[in-house]
């Protein structure tokens, strides 16, 4: 009869002796889990940090490289468009000069600079140039070289072909009809380029600009 009435307590003792092992064993785990478990926790904080500066600096890297390529298409476009206007003028100045009487060298000369330099800018563009503004841009580089041929064959035929020489590659091409088409036509290509050009750049073309026509 007594060790039935001491079997009960010993398993009471035993279970409270288990369950101090295990709280001390939890106890134990715990303390020791706890650095690693916040070293994890700032690891991964870093992590996220890393993660975060990194995408930032990406998104910065492409911000800058956008607004870059828009200052350097900006500073084409210009370039371009000055260019064009020079040649434009230049060629416009050169048919009233061969209207009057043989050009100078200076003048030929400064005719062909002016040409050659909206040459070069052209073949820059041509690599940066959307599209459709592109398409726009070879019509008016093509406008002005035709303006270029009209006014060398005008002065071929008015100063340099001896009298009563070869027939005119146009009897219709006159002093006249090439400024006409060299200060219209070439010009509203010209606009044409200028407008498409600051819709790209997302910049409105100012009023009354768009299909002006300049004074004689």
Known sequence: MASDTESPAKWVA???????VVVAILGAVGTLSS???????ADRGKRQDFEFETKRRREDRFEDDRRSAAQERRAIYARLNTAARQYEQAIYQYLR?????????????ELVAVRETFRELYSDAQMMLPDHVLAAAMDMSYGLGQAYGKARRLERRLHLEPSGGRPADDPGETIEAAREYCHRDV????IRVRGLMREDLG???????????PDA
């Open 187 to 190: 010009y509203q290509m010209i």
């Open 97 to 109: 000069v061969i209207a009057e009487g043989p050009p100078d060298p200076a003048q030929e000369d």
């Open 35 to 41: 650095p690693l478990l916040t070293q994890r926790i």
């Open 203 to 213: 910049v409105s073309e100012p009023a009354g600009q768009p299909g002006g026509v």
């Open 14 to 20: 035993m279970s409270a002796d288990v369950t101090t």
